[in-house]
């Protein structure tokens, strides 16, 4: 996965590859006022039809105890 860290506080993250038929997420966070926002589209395979779109905010005093979790767990697609 490659990580894309932008001007205005807004990482991205994605693979580097990906096979037609592999599952992965991409992710994009951010931090706007008090809270912090992740937002990550899993899939099952690349296609048009979304696995699972989960968008996650915490406050922003608290992200170093919840860090984004940008390391895929094997349940792309599954949720």
Request: aromatic share 12%; hydrophobic share 35%.
């Amino acid at each position: 996965y490659c990580s894309l860290y932008c001007d205005g506080g807004i990482t991205l993250v994605f693979p580097a590859s990906l096979g037609r038929d592999e599952p992965g997420f991409v992710s994009v966070d951010w931090t706007a006022g008090g809270m912090r926002y992740q937002l990550d589209r899993k899939f099952a395979r690349l296609e048009r039809r979304v696995g699972s779109l989960e968008l996650t905010e915490v406050r922003r005093e608290d992200a170093a105890v919840y860090p984004p979790g940008f390391k895929d767990s094997g349940q792309a697609g599954q949720d």
